[in-house]
């Protein structure tokens, strides 16, 4: 029962992570930097951090651009946190795999 509730911990914690991948700038940052080192980047397909440049850009007024940047720093400062819950139940979903297993 114990591995169970890990296993369903651990996959928790997998599907925050990915859900909330796509608000984080370090991981764009890092994604575009593979783009570019490995010369994927062309005009039609822009990094994400450029994807991201774009949206901004994309909105009409001054103060589109000044709420589209609050909403992307805002999901950033959320992508954080919800990334230390996710680490948080994988490894308590591994913990109690591992107590699970010792017990059975």
């Not at 114990?2 to 764009?28: E, F, H, N, V």
């Amino acid at each position: 029962m114990l591995m169970l509730a890990g296993a369903g911990l651990l996959l928790a914690g997998i599907l925050i992570r990915w859900l909330t991948a796509r608000y984080d700038l370090k991981d764009a940052a890092v994604e575009s930097a593979w783009h570019l080192a490995l010369g994927r980047r062309t005009a039609e397909k822009p990094t994400a951090l450029e994807a991201k440049l774009q949206e901004i850009r994309s909105q009409p007024t001054w103060t589109g651009k000044a709420t589209r940047t609050a909403r992307t720093a805002l999901g950033h400062v959320l992508a954080q946190a919800m990334h230390v819950v996710a680490v948080v139940l994988m490894l308590a979903g591994l913990a109690l795999a591992a107590v699970g297993f010792v017990w059975r």
